[in-house]
């Protein structure tokens, strides 16, 4: 019996026959990957069909051709350059190499490795940074153990969760370098791609598959644009690095409008033109460290077609992105020459079927997430089963703790561990019966659940301790920051302090409640730490650019500063009032008079 005779034999209401046929969209794909093949004229199709080839155009370069994509070798950047004598991918040879040596490689190589996930960060750290590819953000106990062993026995002794749910391992020394990228692999994992001009991890909502309000599981999607981009070797030349989540329209957000790619599901209703159901609708250049949220294309995708939909998007950027100016080889910059609308021409031009247009409002508005929905304890859509969203601050983990939750996991759970884009995991499919002991043993390991804290909303870079451009240690200001907080306050409602190293905003500052962007100081004839504060950011529903309000903040007056503007909204707000509504209902002079007094 397929599908269409369910939803028509059985008296279920419009509601619940446009839940089951997301619910069967999401199942129909789970234990497989989605389908994106090539047709012999290179159009990207999502049917599978006898003889077709991937016709994808090989790198248009060579030295005698003296262009690259029809950019001339002449006007090449330097990166391009590197990638024309060798492509990162390439560079296995060296990387035994530097190993078997213990060596740190030169510029150009730095670059290159890379493309294996290693990233030589002197002066910062005269070592290799690990960073890994994990799509979904979805770990078994068995991975998370085997990161733990990397962290431990090569590393320095410690993992960070990132922005992109993924995990960052430091302090390899470079003879360790193959050893790291071997055991990964031996757990099933890779970092191949996680760095420079590649597709970083694709994410996916955290609780996937078990919100009972989601639309559709996104994971088969997340995991088979990662699975094409590994098997695809034109999708390793891009301009620049490019961003992709799959948002499935539930209960907790990926925050999928801060991508260059946004696949967020909407409910279409009857009488719209079109079939209604379950699509994504794709949201285009998103890059909050430029101020800019990602602009909704236009368009409806089916579910299964939203992987090659991907691949085109991506190829279009490949194709006309700059490569002649790294600051501007972003794809909001090519989407600000050409307009959206010839954008997208260039992708169906890709594709072996048309797109679906449909404006935003004429789609069911999405069910407004809960805030901090990936803290604490939720019922699960499967019944007497929930998920435990564990505070991780700033994601920093000792391996002694990952081994530990991986423990929690399959004693409790499922062996299954979901990381967040808020450097936060969950612990899933925690039967009703063993949530009490679960939530005891995150206490005891040094980690808590608690929505309201400052902890719980706190995001940070990994800060001057590990990267040269970071004008800031943000990840140990952050903690000595939550401690005084939450000391001298006590919130009622979530909120997010976002401390970013510099303005390429790993940790997306201009997002937060709270954005803090690392700054060197002048206090008192002195250079010191200190920081540009920017108010009432916010994502999704709350969309919005915050602003700044205070300028060049030394460390040291910081937490005072932060204590009288939680305590000053926390008098003043309305009856339940949120700190961004708070802070947008006044303008900025209002703002720097209100926390000035």
Same mark, same amino acid.
């Given at each position: 019996?397929?599908?269409?005779?369910?939803?028509?034999?059985?008296?279920?209401?419009?509601?619940?026959?446009? &839940?089951?046929?997301?619910?069967?969209?999401?199942?129909?794909?789970?234990?497989?990957?989605?389908?994106?093949?090539?047709?012999?004229?290179?159009?990207?199709?999502?049917?599978?069909?006898?003889?077709?080839?991937?016709?994808?155009?090989?790198?248009?370069?060579? $030295?005698?051709?003296?262009? %690259?994509?029809?950019?001339?070798?002449?006007?090449?950047?330097?990166?391009? !350059?590197?990638?024309?004598?060798?492509?990162?991918?390439?560079? /296995?040879?060296?990387?035994?190499?530097?190993?078997?040596?213990?060596?740190?490689?030169?510029?150009?190589?730095?670059?290159?490795?890379?493309?294996?996930?290693?990233? &030589?960060?002197?002066?910062?750290?005269?070592?290799?940074?690990?960073?890994?590819?994990?799509?979904?953000?979805?770990?078994?106990?068995?991975?998370?153990?085997?990161?733990?062993?990397?962290?431990?026995?090569?590393?320095?002794?410690?993992?960070?969760?990132?922005?992109?749910?993924?995990?960052?391992?430091?302090?390899?020394?470079?003879?360790?370098?193959?050893?790291?990228?071997?055991?990964?692999?031996?757990?099933?994992?890779?970092?191949?791609?996680?760095?420079?001009?590649?597709?970083?991890?694709?994410?996916?909502?955290?609780?996937?598959?078990?919100?009972?309000?989601?639309?559709?599981?996104?994971?088969?999607?997340?995991?088979?644009?990662?699975?094409?981009?590994?098997?695809?070797?034109?999708?390793?030349?891009?301009?620049?690095?490019?961003?992709?989540?799959?948002?499935?329209?539930?209960?907790?957000?990926?925050?999928?409008?801060?991508?260059?790619?946004?696949?967020?599901?909407?409910?279409?209703?009857?009488?719209?033109?079109?079939?209604?159901?379950?699509?994504?609708?794709?949201?285009? $250049?998103?890059?909050?460290?430029?101020?800019?949220?990602?602009?909704?294309?236009?368009?409806?995708?089916?579910?299964?077609?939203?992987?090659?939909?991907? #691949?085109?998007?991506?190829?279009?950027?490949?194709?006309?992105?700059?490569?002649?100016?790294?600051?501007? #080889?972003?794809?909001?910059? %090519?989407?600000?020459? /050409?307009?959206?609308?010839?954008?997208?021409?260039?992708?169906?031009?890709?594709?072996?079927?048309?797109?679906?247009?449909?404006?935003?409002?004429?789609?069911?508005?999405?069910?407004?997430?809960?805030?901090?929905?990936?803290?604490?304890?939720?019922?699960?859509?499967?019944?007497?089963?929930?998920?435990?969203?564990?505070?991780?601050?700033?994601?920093?983990?000792?391996?002694?703790?990952?081994?530990?939750?991986?423990?929690?996991?399959?004693?409790?759970?499922?062996?299954?561990?979901?990381?967040?884009?808020?450097?936060?995991?969950?612990?899933?499919?925690?039967?009703? #019966?063993?949530?009490?002991?679960?939530?005891?043993?995150? %206490?005891?390991?040094?980690?808590?659940?608690?929505?309201?804290?400052?902890?719980?909303?706190?995001?940070?870079?990994?800060?001057?301790?590990?990267?040269? /451009?970071?004008?800031?240690?943000?990840?140990?200001?952050?903690? !000595?920051?939550?401690?005084?907080?939450?000391?001298?306050?006590?919130?009622?409602?979530?909120?997010?302090?976002?401390?970013?190293?510099?303005?390429?905003?790993?940790?997306?500052? &201009?997002?937060?409640?709270?954005?803090?962007?690392?700054?060197?100081?002048?206090?008192?004839?002195?250079?010191?730490?200190? &920081?540009?504060?920017?108010?009432?950011?916010?994502?999704?529903?709350?969309?919005?650019? $915050?602003?700044?309000?205070?300028?060049?903040? #030394?460390?040291?007056?910081?937490?005072?500063?932060?204590?009288?503007?939680?305590? %000053?909204?926390?008098?003043?707000?309305?009856?339940?009032?949120?700190?961004?509504?708070?802070?947008?209902?006044?303008?900025?002079?209002? !703002?720097?008079?209100?926390?000035?007094?």
């Amino acid at each position: 019996m397929n599908t269409e005779t369910i939803l028509s034999d059985v008296p279920f209401t419009r509601e619940q026959k446009e &839940y089951l046929q997301g619910y069967f969209a999401g199942l129909a794909c789970n234990g497989m990957i989605p389908f994106v093949g090539h047709l012999p004229d290179g159009r990207i199709t999502n049917v599978p069909e006898p003889g077709l080839v991937n016709s994808a155009a090989e790198l248009a370069t060579s $030295a005698e051709e003296k262009a %690259v994509y029809g950019t001339p070798v002449s006007d090449l950047c330097e990166q391009e !350059l590197w990638k024309l004598e060798q492509h990162g991918l390439d560079a /296995w040879d060296k990387l035994l190499e530097h190993a078997n040596e213990d060596k740190f490689p030169d510029k150009p190589d730095t670059f290159r490795f890379r493309y294996h996930g290693l990233f &030589y960060v002197a002066p910062a750290q005269k070592s290799f940074m690990l960073r890994c590819r994990i799509p979904a953000g979805e770990l078994t106990s068995v991975q998370l153990r085997g990161l733990a062993d990397i962290a431990q026995e090569w590393g320095g002794g410690y993992a960070d969760i990132t922005t992109r749910a993924n995990f960052q391992i430091r302090e390899i020394a470079p003879r360790n370098m193959v050893k790291c990228l071997l055991k990964l692999q031996e757990i099933g994992l890779t970092s191949r791609g996680s760095g420079v001009d590649n597709v970083r991890n694709i994410t996916a909502t955290p609780t996937a598959g078990i919100d009972k309000d989601e639309l559709i599981d996104t994971r088969p999607f997340a995991k088979g644009l990662h699975h094409y981009i590994l098997n695809n070797r034109d999708m390793y030349d891009l301009p620049r690095k490019f961003n992709v989540a799959f948002d499935g329209g539930g209960s907790v957000t990926v925050v999928a409008d801060t991508n260059d790619i946004g696949f967020a599901a909407i409910r279409v209703p009857e009488g719209k033109g079109v079939a209604p159901g379950i699509y994504f609708r794709v949201e285009l $250049a998103g890059i909050t460290g430029h101020q800019q949220f990602a602009t909704d294309a236009g368009v409806l995708v089916k579910p299964d077609q939203s992987v090659a939909v991907a #691949a085109a998007i991506i190829r279009v950027f490949v194709e006309n992105g700059d490569r002649t100016n790294r600051k501007r #080889a972003r794809l909001k910059y %090519v989407i600000e020459k /050409w307009g959206l609308a010839k954008y997208m021409e260039e992708v169906e031009r890709k594709l072996a079927f048309q797109l679906v247009r449909l404006p935003l409002d004429q789609c069911e508005p999405r069910k407004v997430p809960i805030q901090h929905g990936h803290i604490g304890v939720f019922k699960q859509a499967q019944p007497g089963l929930n998920y435990i969203g564990a505070v991780i601050t700033v994601g920093r983990m000792k391996p002694k703790q990952m081994r530990r939750i991986a423990d929690v996991a399959q004693n409790y759970g499922s062996g299954e561990v979901r990381l967040t884009v808020w450097q936060n995991l969950i612990i899933p499919n925690v039967p009703d #019966a063993f949530v009490e002991t679960a939530k005891k043993n995150l %206490v005891k390991m040094g980690f808590h659940h608690s929505a309201t804290g400052i902890s719980g909303g706190l995001i940070a870079c990994t800060g001057n301790t590990g990267c040269q /451009w970071a004008a800031t240690n943000t990840k140990g200001q952050a903690v !000595l920051l939550a401690r005084h907080l939450e000391k001298k306050v006590q919130l009622d409602l979530p909120i997010n302090i976002h401390l970013t190293g510099c303005p390429n905003s790993c940790a997306q500052h &201009y997002m937060g409640d709270i954005g803090l962007l690392g700054a060197k100081v002048n206090q008192g004839g002195d250079t010191v730490e200190g &920081y540009h504060v920017v108010l009432g950011g916010g994502f999704g529903e709350k969309q919005a650019v $915050a602003r700044e309000i205070f300028r060049g903040v #030394a460390f040291n007056e910081l937490p005072t500063l932060l204590e009288h503007v939680l305590k %000053v909204y926390l008098a003043k707000r309305d009856r339940g009032e949120s700190f961004v509504d708070f802070t947008r209902r006044h303008s900025v002079k209002e !703002l720097q008079e209100l926390f000035s007094s």
